[in-house]
């Protein structure tokens, strides 16, 4: 009886310890996989929104130098169509804007970060309004003077036929000939003239010409026709250089306002990148 005991109560013993053993197992086990899923929820976390807030602001400081890139072509390229570089400075801008809202629907931008973004985001796109505005009022100057500048060479063009038969005209049209190629000459180097100084010569230059040409008693009627365009068009266009230089120091003053407000912009967005980075870093 009592080696049976004995043999029960050791039965129940390593019963016991089977189960106490087991259930530390359950136990070492499922805090092995607390701690699996823990770190699974944790990187999840981090890769689905650290590293994407990271991977948008990093968009948004490419944008950022894309669209400064494109306002420095701007500057550089003399070539390139007014209005085709506005056109792409505009996508681009929109593509900013959406990359912008996409970070701010992620409920993570912070709101001394949306200030240190609008802080240049504003003015900067500010300025390619203003940029844009001047532009086009330049364009249209221009337009206007190239207008000029083709009856220039259309007049030019009516004093060399004049002068092939020269020999055969009156002494007062033989001397308009001379005088009103000076005036146009002088009218000329207007188009590439930069300078208020010079243009103020020049204009000097050619109202003498057409004084001239106003004291000579002209009888041939192509020649008097010439003379009284040359007298209408020619101030015009002294008149017409002086507000489109003005246009053109001011959309160059406007332009660099705008590279430097875009190296601003690029800046922020880039510290703002680096924060978020290494937020993102920290928290895999």
Do not use: C
Request: glycine share 6%; aromatic share 8%; no cysteine.
């Amino acid at each position: 009886m009592s080696t049976t005991a004995t043999s029960g109560s050791l039965g129940r013993k390593l019963t016991l310890i089977i189960i106490l053993v087991f259930g530390l197992y359950l136990l070492l086990a499922s805090f092995f996989a607390y701690l699996v899923y823990s770190q699974y929820v944790g990187l999840t976390g981090a890769t689905g929104r650290h590293f994407e807030r990271a991977m948008i602001a990093g968009e948004l400081t490419r944008d950022a130098e894309t669209i400064a890139g494109e306002v420095y072509e701007l500057l550089a390229g003399n070539d390139i169509s007014v209005s085709t570089v506005n056109s792409r400075v505009a996508n681009l801008a929109g593509i900013y804007q959406a990359t912008r809202k996409r970070l701010e629907q992620l409920g993570e931008l912070s709101d001394s970060d949306r200030m240190a973004l609008d802080k240049w985001q504003t003015p900067f796109f500010s300025s390619l309004d203003k940029l844009n505005e001047r532009l086009r009022a330049e364009q249209e100057l221009q337009a206007i003077q190239q207008q000029q500048m083709d009856e220039l060479f259309l007049m030019l063009r009516q004093l060399t036929e004049l002068e092939t038969v020269a020999r055969d005209l009156p002494l007062p049209e033989q001397h308009f000939i001379g005088h009103a190629l000076a005036a146009l000459g002088y009218t000329a180097a207007v188009f590439s003239a930069e300078r208020p100084g010079h243009l103020i010569n020049l204009e000097r230059f050619s109202d003498a010409r057409l004084q001239v040409l106003a004291g000579l008693e002209l009888t041939h009627a192509p020649a008097v026709a010439l003379r009284a365009r040359l007298q209408q068009l020619l101030p015009m266009i002294f008149e017409q250089r002086r507000p489109l230089l003005r246009h053109a120091r001011a959309t160059l003053a406007t332009a660099r306002e705008t590279r430097v407000l875009a190296q601003k912009l690029t800046s922020a967005t880039f510290s703002y990148h680096q924060r978020l980075k290494a937020s993102a870093e920290q928290a895999l």
